[in-house]
């Protein structure tokens, strides 16, 4: 009878850890299915130009992390696909003054080997 308690309790307390982590998952935003992408600003001419899109990326519900770069004119964001999308991105982008579409993964190398 000892083992049947003792072996409940271990599996009632997995579950209990199991279930946290998934409660404290979505109040982070944190999830499996995050989407990263890389955007082309064009536009910017300082590094307040890369904070104010920065701002503007960090106000987005779905934005989990953002980096934006200049010099280097991209901008890299880490987002939930089930709340946000590329276009609704690259809208809040144009709305801060900039325009910006998505990099494909070969737009970076031909950069490269054409400097």
Not at 30 to 41: D, I, L, M, N
């Amino acid at each position: 009878m000892k083992r049947i308690f003792f072996l409940l309790a271990i599996l009632l307390g997995t579950w209990a850890v199991a279930n946290a982590q998934v409660k404290s998952n979505e109040l982070t935003g944190e999830t499996g299915s995050a989407k990263t992408v890389k955007f082309k600003v064009t536009g910017m001419t300082c590094g307040g130009c890369a904070n104010h899109i920065s701002t503007a990326l960090q106000k987005l519900d779905g934005v989990l992390e953002e980096d934006v770069e200049f010099p280097g004119d991209i901008a890299v964001v880490k987002f939930d696909p089930r709340r946000l999308d590329e276009k609704k991105i690259i809208k809040t982008i144009e709305g801060a003054g900039y325009k910006a579409q998505v990099m494909k993964t070969g737009d970076q190398k031909s950069k490269k080997g054409s400097q």
